[in-house]
């Protein structure tokens, strides 16, 4: 039986499962309505989308590293609890080891793909996983870098996933450098890795800003200009990371110490896991007495 839009449309309203995996559900059920719905259950598919709707800011960052290709991503969960579950550490590692084998553009294209380019999909991966668990779970988002043998990564993952950090160096092998290098994205967080990447138009609108705190202060005006491009240094300090002082030895800067080893910073990208997103804000307390009193 042909699987139509209208047919799709019910189910997806019947249930709250997505659109693919109605359709899909359909197609395996024959476009019998009854035997699609359960086909979803079984597969846990009615039960994530019920969680849907649910906050899910908690998580981790994980890295996951095959030859000359890595790839940091975030996956979010409702409560840090679940990452420690080894279900979920397991999901971590199949979804690294699926985004390095197939390269998807996209965490929305990444979930259409067959895990590791066979079988369910990962989408349907990550609902089964939810319905094991019992929590919204959802893929957020990743990035994948590339380098040559003669280059080398650096992964950090801090606080048991809070925070992951790839970073890539050219021209070393040396990894213990990278990792270090890594350790300080961590904890200082730069945004850029050199001044040559910041936008002239931030620089502009720091500088007018410097101008007129220096103004407001009362400085002479000959002597305001010399002032804003010391502090505009201080500026650059703080967002770039090769200005930085070095966590691990502060008596010099990120780029001397990655010169030290022969290489230079290629680039970096930091994820703190739920940074940008709502948060929970249940009481713990009032939530454990709501299962007590069930």
């Not at 553009?105 to 319905?131: F, M, P, R």
């Not at 988002?141 to 990564?153: E, G, H, P, Q, V």
């Not at 010099?252 to 703190?272: D, L």
Request: hydrophobic share 35%.
């Amino acid at each position: 039986m042909a699987v139509t839009a209208k047919m799709v449309k019910e189910l997806r309203e019947k249930t709250g499962a997505g659109m693919m995996d109605c359709k899909k559900a359909l197609t395996e059920s024959d476009g019998d309505m009854d035997k699609a719905m359960e086909w979803l259950r079984e597969k846990g598919i009615s039960k994530a989308q019920k969680k849907a709707d649910r906050i899910a800011a908690e998580g981790s960052a994980h890295v996951e590293v095959d030859g000359n290709t890595a790839v940091l991503l975030e996956v979010n969960c409702e409560t840090d609890f679940v990452t420690k579950n080894d279900q979920f550490k397991a999901l971590l590692q199949e979804l690294g080891k699926h985004l390095l084998s197939q390269k998807p553009a996209t965490a929305e294209e990444a979930l259409e793909q067959k895990l590791h380019g066979e079988g369910d999909t990962v989408n349907e991966y990550i609902n089964s996983t939810i319905a094991k668990i019992g929590e919204k779970i959802s893929l957020r988002r990743f990035t994948i870098l590339n380098k040559t043998d003669n280059d080398a990564f650096g992964a950090y993952i801090h606080m048991g996933g809070n925070i992951g950090v790839l970073t890539l160096l050219e021209g070393t092998t040396d990894e213990a450098a990278a990792k270090d290098v890594a350790m300080h994205t961590a904890a200082v967080n730069p945004r850029y890795v050199s001044r040559d990447e910041v936008s002239e138009e931030e620089v502009n609108k720091e500088r007018e800003m410097l101008k007129t705190q220096a103004l407001n202060e009362g400085k002479p005006e000959h002597i305001v200009e010399k002032m804003v491009e010391g502090r505009l240094g201080k500026f650059f300090e703080e967002i770039c990371l090769l200005e930085q002082s070095f966590v691990k030895d502060p008596d010099q800067k990120v780029k001397k110490f990655v010169e030290s080893t022969g290489g230079s910073v290629k680039g970096f990208v930091r994820y703190a896991v739920g940074e940008g997103m709502e948060k929970r804000e249940d009481n713990f307390a009032e939530e454990v007495m709501s299962q007590v009193k069930k």
